[in-house]
C-alpha cells in the first residue's frame, strides 16, 4: 500500500521541534538570569555579615580595653563586672525560656477546652498570658479561675493555677487545684510531684507518701520527691528511713541544704561525728548559713566541746541577723548544760497537723519549692 504526504508535511515536525527548543533556551536564560541575581542577593548577605562581624569584634576590643583600663585605675572588679554579667546572661535566658513556655502553656490551655463558650475562654487566657507577662501575676490568675469556671477539667489550665499557688505557699489552695487537675491527668509527673508536696504539708500522710513515691519511681534523680518523702518519715520519728531519702537527695542534688537536714537526722541518730562532719560540709558550701553553725553548736554542745559550740553559736549569730534562738536560746544552751533533744528543723514535726514537709525552716522550705518547680519546668511535666 502507497502512502502519499503533502508537501508541507515534511516540515512541520522540524517546525515544533525549533519551537520547543527555543523556549527551553529560554526559560534556561530566565533561569540564568534568576540565579544571577540570587548570587548577587548572597554575595551582598555575606558582605554584609562580615562587616558586621568586623564591627562586633572592634566593639568588643574596645569594651575589653575599657574594662582593662578601669581595672587597673582600680574603679572597677573585672571578676566582679564578669560574674554580673554571667547573672544577667542567665537571666536574659531565663525570661526568654519563661515566654516561650507561657506561649506553650497558653495554646495547650487553648487546645484542651471542649465547651461552647471557646471564644470567651480564648479571651480569658490570652489576657492572663498577657498579665503574666507584664509581671501581673495576681490579676492574672484571677482571670485564669474564671476561665477555670469555664473549662472545670482543663488539666493543663487547673496545674497552671495551683503551681502559682504552690510557689507561693499557699498550699490549701494548690492542693485543691493539683488535685482537680490530678483527676483530669494522673500520669502528669509534674501534676504528680506538686500535688504530692501539697498533701504533706496539709498533713495528707497517706497520699502524700504515695504520690512522692511514684513521683521518686518516675525520676530518681529527683531532689524533691525525695526530700519531702524524708520528711514525711522525720515527722513520724523514722529517721533511718528518714536518713536514706535525705541521702538519695543529696545525691540528687549536693548543696548545703541537704548536707544541713542530713546533720540533723544523724543528730537525732546520736550519730554526733557523722552530723558534725556533714554540717561543716555546709558551712563550707556557705559561710553564712546560721541555722547549719547553730545546729553545729547544739552537736558540740551534746558532746561537751563547749569552746566549739561558743565559736559555732557566736558565728550563728555574726550571720543569723535577730534571729532570737541564735542569742538567747545558745546562752540558756550552755548555761544549763542542756541541749534539745530534737533538732529545730524536727521540733514541730511530731504534733503539727501541717507544713511537714516546708515547716522548720524558712530557706529549706523555698529551697523545695524551687526545686520542684525547676524540675518541673526543665521538663518532667512531660514525664
Known amino acids: ?58 566593639d568588643h576590643a574596645l569594651i575589653e580595653t575599657l574594662i582593662g583600663l578601669l581595672t587597673e585605675a582600680g574603679t572597677i572588679e573585672a571578676g566582679k563586672l564578669e560574674e554580673l554579667w554571667r547573672e ?110 501539697a498533701c504533706g504539708d496539709e498533713g495528707e500522710l497517706e497520699r502524700a507518701r504515695e504520690l512522692l513515691g511514684e513521683a521518686a519511681r518516675r525520676d530518681k534523680f529527683s531532689f524533691a520527691a525525695h526530700y519531702g518523702l524524708g520528711r514525711l518519715h522525720a515527722a513520724e520519728h523514722r529517721w533511718k528511713d528518714a536518713l536514706t531519702e535525705f541521702k538519695l537527695a543529696l545525691a540528687a542534688h549536693p548543696s548545703p541544704e541537704a548536707h544541713y537536714v542530713i546533720g540533723c537526722v544523724y543528730y537525732q541518730l546520736g550519730r554526733d561525728r557523722m552530723s558534725v562532719r556533714h554540717l561543716r560540709k555546709a558551712v563550707e558550701m556557705d559561710g553564712e548559713y546560721a541555722a547549719a553553725f547553730y545546729m553545729l553548736g547544739l552537736v558540740f554542745a551534746r558532746t561537751g566541746e563547749r569552746e566549739h559550740a561558743k565559736d559555732a553559736f ?20 550552755l548555761r544549763q548544760d542542756d541541749a534539745p533533744q530534737l533538732s529545730p528543723l524536727f521540733s514541730t514535726s511530731g504534733h503539727a497537723k501541717k507544713r511537714l514537709v516546708t515547716g522548720g525552716d524558712r530557706r529549706l522550705a523555698k529551697v523545695i519549692q524551687r526545686e520542684a518547680l525547676n524540675a518541673v519546668r526543665a521538663g518532667g511535666s512531660h514525664r
Open 88 to 197: 544577667r546572661c542567665r537571666m536574659d535566658q531565663s525570661a526568654q525560656d519563661e515566654r516561650e513556655r507561657r506561649e506553650q502553656l497558653g495554646e495547650e490551655i487553648i487546645a484542651g477546652y471542649r465547651g461552647p463558650d471557646q471564644v470567651v475562654f480564648e479571651q480569658y487566657v490570652q489576657q492572663a498570658m498577657f498579665l503574666m507577662g507584664s509581671e501581673e501575676t495576681v490579676r492574672a490568675v484571677r482571670v485564669l479561675e474564671r476561665a477555670a469556671a469555664l473549662a472545670p477539667s482543663n488539666a493543663t489550665l487547673l496545674y497552671v493555677i495551683g503551681e502559682h499557688f504552690f510557689s507561693t505557699g499557699k498550699m490549701a489552695l494548690a492542693r485543691d487545684y493539683l488535685a482537680r487537675a490530678f483527676e483530669a491527668a494522673p500520669g502528669n509527673f509534674a501534676i504528680l510531684l506538686l500535688l504530692g508536696l
Open 314 to 333: 557566736s558565728a550563728a549569730r555574726s550571720v543569723g541577723g535577730n534571729d532570737p534562738r541564735y542569742r538567747t536560746a545558745a546562752r540558756r544552751i
Open 1 to 58: 500500500m502507497l502512502v502519499v504526504d503533502s508537501p508541507a508535511a515534511r516540515y512541520e515536525n522540524q517546525n515544533w521541534t525549533a519551537s520547543y527548543e527555543e523556549h527551553l533556551l529560554e526559560r534556561v536564560s530566565a533561569l540564568e538570569n534568576r540565579l544571577t541575581r540570587l548570587t548577587d542577593k548572597l554575595e551582598q548577605g555575606l558582605e554584609l555579615l562580615l562587616r558586621q562581624a568586623r564591627n562586633s569584634y572592634f
